[in-house]
């Protein structure tokens, strides 16, 4: 049997090709940002305005014991700082409602200038709005004073007013200034208490959802594209799913440098995950690789959302073709053996090795953990829409080994809980004892490095089998151990051939 050849994906990438690679996946976050941000900006604001057109939000009931509540912050003003015709244009209108809190109170509402607010409420006690939490409730800043103040309906420099008992409603057009809104008693005495409810009808705000929206799913389609051109190899090049010149249609295995199994994905085996454990591991070495890692950390947080993205459009290519765009399923199948390489090496991988992973998305058969799944000739076009329907059992058990998704709560009453945050998971946990067994005793346990590969194999089969590039459901079955079993061996291999 021939040796392997030195194969494209351990050739090195071309400069450009990488200032692609980056330069995509530096655009695709601030592209989803945009484009999310524009989406939910559309969908709330559409979903959630009343027959008026109005898009209103509740604020807790007001209190004070001063004579007026007053805003300081840019969510009930219009200082803008910028031209009139700007403000004079968007065209958007404010409606404020407020309701007593008792039914003998006369309440009072007003918009107007900033400045003549000032002047009004000079020397008089107040309680001004200056945010507000996450719940919603106002926090106050407060304004001493010893002055009563004139009631606030005998003022004339109000741009809008409501006032009276019960429930009033006010409506103002924004326009350019500084403006401030006042609730106060109609006749100006201390001791405010009301509901409020703020509504804006913005006609600018459907166009500006459509512009982020529109502008975002172009800064995506063009990361999208970078990232595919920087991925992809280039014509002529081997396929990089066979380290050798071995026919795609059978799943094969060779031997590693060392004379270590390594198995090859093919038909009958579309996801292989091989890890070799390094004979001479160092004690103490694993309690910083999470932080010699940190730049591989950086480049996966922007490869997984790019890998979202190529996914989804795999996904929209297969359900019309049957096809899995080859240079998508490159990229992605790359960002998964970078992901392998990292997790073995740092974290949950098992921490098996202490050769610091290469940063590449190729194969990288030479190092101690290899990840292989076999290029599609075709799919299901239907399990496009369900396989991550189908793979909810799966990932049941999958939470429980990343995370601990899932417990039993007695708060209240005792019943089946789940956090999607968790902590730790059955897998971290038997990386840290294995972790303690290496730093006392200087021996990785085989037992648990063979069940720690073999809860990863699980995963990452379930990993391809939902980001499509299989059809072949994921088998609920444990193969322990660091290599596939029934690997195929091709015979010894020239280990010169394996340098990258």
């Known amino acids: 049997?021939?040796?392997?050849?030195?194969?494209?994906?351990?050739?090195?990438?071309?400069?450009?090709?990488?200032?692609?690679?980056?330069?995509?996946?530096?655009?695709?976050?601030?592209?989803?940002?945009?484009?999310?941000?524009?989406?939910?900006?559309?969908?709330?604001?559409?979903?959630?305005?009343?027959?008026?057109?109005?898009?209103?939000?509740?604020?807790?009931?007001?209190?004070?014991?001063?004579?007026?509540?007053?805003?300081?912050?840019?969510?009930?003003?219009?200082?803008?700082?910028?031209?009139?015709?700007?403000?004079?244009?968007?065209?958007?209108?404010?409606?404020?409602?407020?309701?007593?809190?008792?039914?003998?109170?006369?309440?009072?509402?007003?918009?107007?200038?900033?400045?003549?607010?000032?002047?009004?409420?000079?020397?008089?006690?107040?309680?001004?709005?200056?945010?507000?939490?996450?719940?919603?409730?106002?926090?106050?800043?407060?304004?001493?004073?010893?002055?009563?103040?004139?009631?606030?309906?005998?003022?004339?420099?109000?741009?809008?007013?409501?006032?009276?008992?019960?429930?009033?409603?006010?409506?103002?057009?924004?326009?350019?200034?500084?403006?401030?809104?006042?609730?106060?008693?109609?006749?100006?005495?201390?001791?405010?208490?009301?509901?409020?409810?703020?509504?804006?009808?913005?006609?600018?705000?459907?166009?500006?959802?459509?512009?982020?929206?529109?502008?975002?799913?172009?800064?995506?389609?063009?990361?999208?594209?970078?990232?595919?051109?920087?991925?992809?190899?280039?014509?002529?090049?081997?396929?990089?799913?066979?380290?050798?010149?071995?026919?795609?249609?059978?799943?094969?295995?060779?031997?590693?440098?060392?004379?270590?199994?390594?198995?090859?994905?093919?038909?009958?085996?579309?996801?292989?995950?091989h890890a070799r454990l390094d004979a001479d591991l160092s004690r103490w070495k694993w309690l910083v690789k999470w932080f010699l890692a940190f730049p591989h950390f950086v480049v996966l947080v922007f490869l997984w959302p790019a890998a979202v993205v190529t996914t989804l459009m795999a996904g929209v290519a297969i359900l019309f073709t049957g096809v899995y765009p080859r240079s998508l399923f490159e990229f992605n199948r790359g960002v998964l053996r970078w992901s392998w390489r990292v997790s073995y090496y740092a974290v949950n991988g098992g921490i098996g090795t202490d050769q610091y992973p290469p940063f590449t998305l190729g194969a990288a058969w030479d190092y101690p953990a290899t990840l292989d799944i076999a290029y599609p000739t075709s799919l299901s076009r239907p399990l496009v829409l369900v396989k991550w329907l189908l793979a909810i059992p799966h990932f049941l058990i999958i939470g429980l080994l990343l995370s601990n998704w899932w417990d039993w709560s007695s708060l209240g009453n005792d019943r089946f809980g789940f956090d999607p945050i968790g902590t730790g998971g059955v897998l971290g946990l038997l990386v840290v004892i294995t972790g303690f067994i290496l730093l006392f005793t200087g021996k990785y346990p085989t037992a648990l490095f063979d069940l720690i590969i073999g809860f990863n194999r699980w995963i990452y089969r379930v990993v391809a089998y939902t980001a499509l590039m299989t059809d072949e459901y994921p088998p609920f079955r444990l193969d322990q151990g660091g290599s596939e079993p029934t690997a195929l061996l091709t015979g010894p291999t020239n280990t010169t051939e394996w340098k990258q």
């Open 1 to 273: 049997m021939t040796n392997p050849v030195r194969h494209a994906e351990n050739t090195p990438m071309r400069a450009g090709r990488i200032v692609a690679l980056v330069a995509g996946c530096l655009m695709l976050l601030p592209g989803l940002g945009l484009a999310f941000g524009g989406g939910a900006l559309g969908i709330a604001y559409a979903a959630g305005r009343d027959d008026a057109g109005y898009f209103s939000v509740n604020l807790p009931q007001l209190h004070s014991p001063t004579a007026a509540i007053t805003t300081g912050s840019p969510a009930l003003t219009a200082d803008l700082n910028t031209s009139s015709w700007v403000i004079d244009n968007l065209d958007t209108d404010i409606r404020i409602t407020v309701t007593a809190g008792s039914s003998d109170q006369q309440i009072f509402a007003g918009v107007g200038p900033a400045a003549a607010v000032d002047g009004y409420l000079s020397g008089v006690g107040r309680d001004e709005i200056t945010s507000f939490t996450n719940g919603g409730t106002p926090t106050y800043r407060s304004i001493a004073g010893t002055s009563a103040a004139t009631p606030p309906t005998a003022q004339t420099f109000w741009a809008a007013t409501a006032s009276g008992p019960g429930t009033q409603q006010l409506s103002w057009t924004a326009v350019n200034g500084r403006w401030a809104v006042v609730v106060m008693n109609a006749d100006g005495s201390p001791g405010v208490a009301a509901s409020v409810t703020v509504g804006v009808r913005a006609g600018f705000l459907i166009p500006l959802a459509v512009i982020l929206l529109g502008l975002g799913l172009l800064i995506t389609a063009g990361a999208v594209v970078l990232i595919v051109v920087g991925a992809s190899r280039r014509r002529g090049d081997r396929d990089g799913n066979w380290p050798g010149p071995h026919s795609p249609d059978t799943a094969l295995g060779f031997s590693d440098p060392v004379g270590h199994s390594v198995a090859t994905a093919g038909p009958d085996r579309p996801v292989a995950l």
